[in-house]
T-cell receptor, first 114, second 115 residues
């Protein structure tokens, strides 16, 4: 079935370091891909998305490119800040039973130290 | 402001009791979802509904029930049949399903603890 695998955490970086969180997926058809962010004690917020191969989603300095050939959607940021500390979830939209739903990875906790 | 509201934020339940978690949205979204979040498990889909008076089981529906009598409301009942109910529960909504150019909007979550 459809699934998302993202790198295990936790990830700890110093401020201004480069961030990569790996995400690969398995899906039939052509899913849309998403990154969501969850700050402590809160729900999830959409960070960025890409709807077709080679699309690049970007927001708040974060970027991810939809790579169909490697079935990947890695999240990157050139210079992280303390305020980026959160849990990041990779997700895809999957068709099941005639409807579409989000399938999530297990999440990667990022801590950025000053 | 438009959004999705879950209540309460924290909920304590005694073993053997049913409890209902509230989820309300004023975004005029057709689809609503309930997810369960456990440490190291990511989010798992419990139930979803794409239209009033209709809903489908997700991946872990056992021990849970839902209703969708109004477009804006999708309450989740955690029954005594749920063997391990302590978790963080997230409600979400979207325009219709999730796919091209749609996104899911999440509530702030309800943390349920069985005591």
């Amino acid at each position: 079935g459809d699934s998302v695998t993202q790198m295990e955490g936790p990830v700890t970086l110093s401020e201004e370091a480069f961030l990569t969180i790996n995400c690969t997926y398995t899906a039939t058809g052509y899913p849309s891909l998403f990154w969501y962010v969850q700050y402590p004690g809160e729900g999830l917020q959409l960070l960025l998305k890409a709807t077709k191969a080679d699309d690049k989603g970007s927001n708040k300095g974060f970027e991810a490119t939809y790579r169909k050939e490697t079935t990947s959607f890695h999240l990157e940021k050139g210079s992280v800040q303390v305020s980026d500390s959160a849990v990041y979830f990779c997700a895809l939209s999957a068709k099941r039973g005639g409807s579409e739903k989000l399938v999530f990875g297990k999440g990667t906790k990022l801590t950025v130290n000053p | 402001d438009g959004g999705i509201t879950q209540s309460p934020k924290y909920l304590f339940r005694k073993e053997g009791q049913n409890v209902t978690l509230s989820c309300e949205q004023n975004l005029n979204h057709d689809a609503m979802y309930w997810y369960r979040q456990d440490p190291g498990q990511g989010l798992r889909l419990i139930y979803y509904s794409q239209i009033v008076n209709d809903f489908q089981k997700g991946d872990i529906a056992e021990g849970y029930s839902v209703s969708r009598e109004k477009k804006e409301s999708f309450p989740l009942t955690v029954t005594s049949a749920q063997k391990n109910p302590t978790a963080f529960y997230l409600c979400a909504s979207s325009i219709f399903g999730v796919g091209v150019n749609t996104e899911a909007f999440f509530g702030q979550g309800t943390r349920l603890t069985v005591v």
